[in-house]
């Protein structure tokens, strides 16, 4: 080995050593790829310094996530301690089918898929093609926007807003609760980022409560997702009222902030990578390969979590119960074992079979309407502005959970071209 080349394995070593997910740099805000290489390499299985364990290595997320019996969903032994027993945010992601095992997370996971149905997704489209539309007509007018306020995050509050039927004069508040409320799930939270996570929660639990009422008076048709929630009630094992809301809830953040990302995510990629635009451009039919690989090299969920219940080896590393992993989705996604040339964005990719939407039980429920969101908008957009581009500087949200941008301005003509009021960085 030259003394180049051990220097830089040398450095990567001592990067993964060190790693602290509790603790990030900006630099791994900005890019954490190269973080994520060296854990692969020489951390697969990397202690931390709270004693848990973050992995990073494509086959072993694969395992992990469709083995439930070694492996559990359930967190309110963590989220006990990071939240305080009792506290909204407990009850909220404790009651979250997402978060729990068989047979609570069998009898909700059965409900919202059964709700969730290809009519109500079929119904979706024609909507979702005018919504994104209008939103195009008013960029046109401007000139220039910011890709995520005003496109990216305006898509998926309407499309989750409508599967549930919420009256649109009642959207405004649902954006901010869901980013307060997943924003708490962020491995290090501070007082107030949890004081606001109890408030988003006991406010959009009092607002479903009203509207779940409002829904029981007044049932309406067949591609009304809480309408048909409703209709469960009575079914051989009913969600209780606390149980419906909470997984309303859950349903109406899940969608939010991952489908913006992955908007927002594909639309920084496209527009950084000129060739891959072009040949988008010129083959609309690869559109859908073209949203794989967004999810892929820029997954919008980066982490996930499950608990050791039976001991097991992964890496040559021993695991016993009571272990807390960390999984990360980002690294799994480049790695050079489940994908050839990982970092390269190639929108044509295929095989493509990225961990994005994680697999097994717990598998997105959402992922088709992820999916749908994603292709439209990404699609339109491109196609009705050949001059799109970027302008100004983008912000990222500093999450390492949920990767993605608060703001990318852009301009859809060559007659503006100045930094974005705001200046660089990120918030
Ligand atoms: C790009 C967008 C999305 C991404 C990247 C994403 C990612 C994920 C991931 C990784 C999980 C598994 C979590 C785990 O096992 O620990 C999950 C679960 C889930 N997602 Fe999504 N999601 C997206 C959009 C959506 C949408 C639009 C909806 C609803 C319409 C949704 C509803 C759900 C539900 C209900 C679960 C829980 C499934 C279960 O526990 O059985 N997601 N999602």
């Not at 491995?187 to 006991?202: I, S």
């Amino acid at each position: 080995m030259s003394d180049i080349s051990s220097i830089l394995n040398e450095s990567a070593r001592a990067l993964a050593a060190a790693f602290d997910p509790n603790c990030l740099s900006p630099g791994f805000y900005a890019d954490p790829y190269p973080t994520y290489s060296a854990l692969r390499e020489f951390a697969p299985v990397h202690r931390c310094p709270d004693g848990s364990y973050f992995l990073s290595r494509y086959a072993d997320l694969d395992r992990i996530y469709r083995d439930r019996r070694a492996f559990s969903a359930d967190k309110k032994a963590v989220f006990g301690s990071k939240y305080g027993i009792g506290s909204p945010l407990y009850e909220h992601h404790t009651t979250s089918l997402v978060f729990n095992d068989p047979p609570y997370h069998t009898r909700v996971r059965r409900q919202i898929v059964g709700a969730l149905t290809p009519h109500a997704l079929k119904a979706m489209e024609p909507k979702l093609i005018a919504l994104i539309d209008r939103l195009l007509d008013r960029i046109e007018m401007h000139g220039q926007c910011d890709l995520i306020e005003d496109f990216a995050a305006a898509i998926p509050v309407e499309i989750i807003g409508d599967l549930l039927r919420v009256p649109h004069a009642e959207r405004d508040p649902l954006r901010g609760w869901s980013l307060a409320i997943l924003g708490a799930l962020e491995p290090v939270l501070d007082a107030e980022q949890q004081a606001r996570g109890d408030v988003a929660v006991m406010e959009f639990v009092d607002y479903l409560r009203t509207l779940i009422a409002e829904r029981r008076k007044n049932p309406l048709g067949d591609d009304d997702m809480l309408t048909r929630l409703l209709r469960e009630e009575q079914a051989a094992e009913p969600l209780t009222e606390h149980e419906l809301l909470h997984n309303c809830v859950f349903l109406l953040n899940a969608g939010h902030e991952t489908t913006t990302n992955l908007i927002g995510n594909g639309l920084h990629l496209l527009l950084t990578h000129e060739n891959e635009l072009q040949r988008l451009r010129a083959a609309p039919e690869l559109i859908a390969t073209t949203v794989e690989e967004c999810l892929r090299y820029e997954s919008s969920n980066q982490f996930g979590n499950r608990l050791v219940v039976e001991q097991v080896e992964i890496a040559g590393t021993t695991l016993a119960p009571g272990a807390y992993l960390t999984l990360c989705i980002g690294a799994a996604n480049r790695d050079p074992q489940g994908f050839a040339d990982p970092d390269r964005f190639d929108i044509g990719r295929t095989p493509n079979p990225h961990l994005a939407f994680a697999v097994g039980a717990h598998a997105c429920a959402g992922m088709s309407v992820a999916r749908l969101e994603a292709r439209c908008a990404l699609l339109r957009i491109v196609q009705r502005f050949p001059t799109l581009a970027l302008a100004g500087h983008p912000f990222r949200s500093n999450r390492a959970r949920f990767r993605g941008f608060r703001v990318l301005p852009a301009k859809i003509g060559n007659g503006y071209g100045g930094a974005w009021p705001g200046g660089a960085g990120s918030v």
